[in-house]
């Protein structure tokens, strides 16, 4: 399977503190990578060095071309989808809207134009991509009077409604109850389906673990381990430090995650 | 050599003042986060304060329902106590602000709270006008500064007063930093501005932390103020517009060290002087032999550039309790109806208008157009610019010297005028990459101030002192201008014809920003607005978004100084000047700065425009008495509509007849209920 996202030797730091210490990642083509580790692992410092967003030395490729000297809008054109732990959507906006505006990559003077005459267009897919989230309700709805839950959503759709081969969620699941995360990762899953390839940082164990085919896992900085959900479920080390000292206890709630318990 | 250092030196003491408006504005951000433009109105309104009670016994009262002007003495009062009243009195103007306007204003953004204090300096400036009038006074002086108060130094003589003050700002910045190090009141303060919620956690009332900053702040104002009068100009707009360096000395403290804001600011002081003592100098550029002006508000702009760039650019954030909310902008349901019934409204108005109501009608309408200008780069980018009525004057002069040097006439002068405007806009925009929201309004401020001084007061590029002819506009042999003859209006000036040129300039501005609004381009503004990364990781360009929206707002400004020149036949500076500037800003914000019709409701509220009129004709208001309302207004409205006049609660029925003619009937909109519905929905 070829990498459609990867990242070779990425470092970040701020102001003398190491954030992300040489950090390779692959996404592979269809599939749903899961990012896990403790709080300040470098989780989302991962996420903004590979959108553009913190600057960093290494690479970035993404499908077989090399993005690191991109700006981030560059990277998102080029098919990079990201989502925000605070969703971050457009709030004067309605829902379609904030799947528009990210959609249309039409030339400015294209818009220009379509603002000179009066003529308005919405790029193909919207609906669609509303519908794979199960909110196509609410494409009418301002953005500000959303849920959590929906904001959450209409931030992954925001992020696919353009077509990126890949994108990168950032804890969509938090704030979200147990069944509601379950219904997400379903969701999750079928948009995989679709062929759009996807990394999913989560403190939701049980989450990751369920609908993820693969599993890489920060901490400090560093990458301590990667692999299929189950052989990174057994590994000590992430037992060791996803969970302390109390590593009895944090072996019986791994195995219990399996069955969908939050940890 | 020896009058180099001499020029360093007398510049210490508006040094000193510089450094003591910086040190109140540190003051007042670290005590409660807002960037204060009033913190050199308020030193010289000290200095008037102590001016009235020195020279008259007399202490002057702001215009207000059943309270006199003045509260009379019986005589000159000494030095001391007018000192302390003066103090007292800004004292208390400080308190005002933080208690009434700033408390109100925690939760909005920071750029209200900056807007706020901009409405306080325009009150403090009106009341100044219209008790002192216009033309300046001489301050008394407080230290010795007879022919035997120098020192010798170096073989130079200077002043003694020029180091007392210096000196007298550097204790009171070792006063305040030792203050914020060793006592609890500067530690909570520290604390509290890191995050609030632990403050509030630990039991530190951030509220009270604020009021005694800002109550610190304007006192140390108000006593530099006085004190530093005599060695300035004492008017209405010299001291409050020394806040310009003050920023760039607070910019280069990061708004965060007294000693380097005190320290800069004498350097500021010391810089200017030095210019003027270059300026004598053989070798020094000059305009035809005069002295160019405004050297040194250029050299101010790029400190403050400088400042921003090197002190990296953004302001230390504080953490605040509630999230910040920015007015919502909302979406125009029709373009046409509004268009043509405006349109209808605008003609009828000007064959039907007296000549004087014809006047105030196109200041409206050229009003209307600048504040268009604003509810782009403002409402739509959230960008502060307050650059755009200087861009106005940039095309202004450029259609007087096109048509005055180079014999460029209607139609393409005013067009190459319009691009010039966009390259000055475009290259403004430049700047403001690096460079967003508050600290956007510092650059432009300090920009405006340049513009005006170095540019449109120059003999040769700008007005000077007589301003610059323009010749009436012509199309295809027909006359447009003031003077064109009209069927109707009883041949007196300005023609309706004129009116009829600035009704096409305004329908076209107005569709121009209600179509972008409801176009792509609009969502793309308003995603920047809201947040730069999450619309760049959406594939946003932020930067081409920004010069597109610098672009689009500085060609309509440009378009509003193309109409203002062809109105009064003549530029000059002070059209354009940045008093003018902030006055439009106010009144955008007061009429809504989100919508095309807040910028109605603002060009018809501008000074000299049709309600300024009608409160001036019918009900004897003087024009003076506007600037001091609106700057109450402006206050008032920040607090109580955040989307102005526009966005507010539903007019009374006479006004709400009229805007569903202009607007037509309001769409059926879905009920609250409905969308709860949806939404309920959407969840399960």
Redesign the interface.
């Known amino acids: 399977m070829t990498a459609v996202l990867e990242t070779r030797g990425i470092s970040v730091s701020y102001g003398g503190v190491s954030a992300l210490d040489h950090v390779d990642v692959q996404v592979a083509e269809g599939q749903l990578v899961g990012l896990i580790g403790p709080n300040g692992a470098g989780k989302t410092t991962w996420i903004d060095a590979v959108?553009?967003?913190a600057r960093s030395t290494g690479e970035t490729w993404l499908g077989g071309s090399n993005i690191t000297a991109l700006?981030?809008?560059a990277?998102?054109?080029a098919g990079?989808?990201?989502t925000?732990q605070a969703a971050?959507?457009?709030?004067?906006?309605t829902v379609r809207?904030n799947l528009?505006?990210?959609a249309?990559?039409?030339p400015?003077w294209r818009?220009?134009w379509?603002?000179?005459t009066?003529a308005?267009s919405d790029p193909p897919g919207i609906e669609s991509t509303l519908d794979l989230l199960?909110?196509g309700?609410?494409g009418?709805?301002a953005a500000d009077?959303?849920?959590q839950?929906?904001r959450k959503l209409v931030g992954v759709a925001?992020?696919l409604a353009?077509g990126p081969r890949v994108v990168c969620l950032d804890e969509p699941a938090a704030g979200l109850d147990t069944a509601e995360s379950g219904l997400l990762g379903q969701r999750l899953r079928r948009v995989v389906e679709t062929g759009v390839a996807m990394l999913l940082v989560d403190h939701d164990m049980g989450l990751i673990l369920d609908v993820c085919d693969w599993v890489v896992v920060l901490e400090f900085g560093r990458v301590i381990a990667s692999g299929p959900p189950e052989a990174v479920r057994r590994d000590p080390k992430v037992v060791e430090a996803y969970l302390g000292g109390a590593a009895e206890e944090s072996r019986a709630a791994l195995g219990a995650s399996a069955i969908g318990t939050e940890v | 050599m020896e009058q180099v250092l001499a020029f360093a030196l007398l510049g210490l003491g508006p040094g000193a003042l510089y450094a003591g408006i910086s040190l109140g504005v540190v003051l007042n951000y670290r005590g409660c986060g807002v960037i204060n433009v009033a913190m050199g109105a308020i030193a010289v309104l000290g200095a008037y304060v102590f001016y009235g009670l020195r020279t008259g016994g007399y202490l002057f009262l702001p215009p207000l329902p059943f309270v006199p002007a003045r509260i009379d003495l019986g005589g000159p009062v000494g030095v001391v106590p007018a000192l302390v009243v003066a103090i007292l009195v800004c004292a208390l103007t400080g308190w005002l602000l933080d208690v009434v306007v700033l408390r109100a204003l925690r939760n909005a953004s920071p750029l209200a709270m900056l807007m706020a204090t901009l409405g306080l300096m325009l009150s403090i400036q009106a009341v100044i006008l219209l008790r002192f009038g216009a033309s300046g006074q001489s301050a008394p002086s407080v230290l010795a500064n007879g022919p035997g108060d120098v020192v010798h130094i170096l073989g130079v003589t200077v002043p003694s007063d020029e180091f007392e003050l210096a000196g007298i700002v550097i204790v009171a910045a070792l006063a305040l930093a030792a203050l914020y190090r060793w006592t609890r009141f500067g530690l909570a303060t520290r604390a509290a501005s890191e995050n609030e919620t632990t403050a509030v956690l630990a039991g530190l009332p951030p509220a009270r932390l604020s009021a005694i900053n800002t109550v610190l702040a304007a006192s140390l104002a108000a006593a530099l103020g006085v004190l530093v009068a005599p060695l300035t100009q004492l008017d209405s707009s010299t001291i409050p517009l020394a806040v310009v360096p003050a920023f760039g000395a607070a910019l280069l403290a990061r708004f965060t060290s007294f000693s380097i804001a005190a320290v800069a600011g004498v350097g500021m002081g010391v810089i200017e002087s030095l210019v003027t003592y270059l300026q004598s100098r053989p070798w020094f550029p000059t305009t035809h032999g005069a002295q160019l002006p405004g050297v040194s508000d250029v050299i101010f702009f790029a400190i403050i550039v400088a400042a921003m760039y090197w002190r990296g650019g953004a302001l230390p954030q504080r953490g605040s309790l509630v999230e910040r909310r920015l007015p919502?902008?909302p979406r125009p349901n029709r373009?046409e109806r509004p268009a043509i019934v405006c349109a209808v409204l605008c003609v009828a108005a000007f064959l039907l208008f007296t000549y004087d109501f014809r006047q105030a009608a196109i200041n409206s309408l050229i009003g209307m157009v600048v504040c268009l200008s604003l509810v782009v780069i403002i409402g739509f980018v959230g960008q502060v610019s307050l650059l755009q009525v200087g861009l106005a004057g940039v095309a202004a002069f450029a259609v007087s010297k096109l048509s005055a040097n180079a014999g460029i006439g209607f139609p393409l002068g005013p067009l190459l005028a319009i691009v010039i405007a966009v390259f000055v806009g475009v290259a403004a925009a430049a700047s403001a990459l690096r460079v967003r929201g508050v600290n956007l309004a510092v650059v432009t401020l300090a920009a405006a101030v340049a513009l005006e001084n170095f540019v449109f007061e120059n003999p040769t590029w700008g007005g000077g002192f007589t301003g610059s002819p323009v010749g009436p506009p012509h199309l295809f042999s027909v006359d447009l201008s003031t003077q064109a003859s009209f069927p109707a209006g009883g041949g007196q000036l300005p023609s309706p014809v004129f009116g009829l040129v600035c009704t096409v300039g305004v329908i076209a501005a107005g569709l121009?920003v209600a179509?972008?609004r409801?176009?792509?381009?609009?969502?793309?503004m308003?995603?920047v607005?809201?947040?730069e990364?999450?619309?760049?990781?959406?594939?946003?360009?932020?930067r081409?978004v920004k010069f597109?929206a610098f672009g689009v707002a500085a060609a309509i400004a440009g378009l509003a100084g193309v109409l203002y020149a062809y109105n009064f036949g003549s530029v000059s500076a002070d059209r354009f000047d940045v008093i003018n500037a902030l006055v439009f800003v106010s009144f955008a914000y007061v009429g809504g700065i989100t919508s095309v019709t807040g910028a109605v409701i603002a060009g018809l509220g501008v000074t000299e425009g049709v309600i300024g009129h009608i409160l001036e004709k019918w009900l004897g208001v003087p024009a003076s008495y506007q600037l001091y309302v609106a700057g109450l207004l402006l206050m008032a409205t920040l607090i109580m509509l955040p989307e102005g006049i526009a966005g507010g609660p539903a007019p009374p029925p006479p006004v709400r007849v009229i805007s569903r003619l202009i607007v037509g009937p309001a769409r059926a909109r879905?009920s609250r209920a409905a969308?709860d519905g949806?939404?309920q929905?959407?969840?399960s």
């Open positions: 959108c553009g967003l700006t981030p809008a990277r998102a054109r990079l989808g990201r925000w971050e959507l457009f709030e004067d906006l809207e528009a505006v990210a249309d990559r039409r400015m818009l220009v379509e603002a000179l009066g308005e199960g909110i309700d609410l009418d709805v009077a959303l849920t839950g929906q925001r992020a353009p | 919502k902008v373009l121009l179509s972008m409801r176009g792509r381009l609009g969502q793309q308003l995603a607005r809201s947040n990364s999450a619309a760049a990781t959406a594939g946003i360009s932020v081409n597109l879905r969308i949806t939404l929905r959407a969840d």
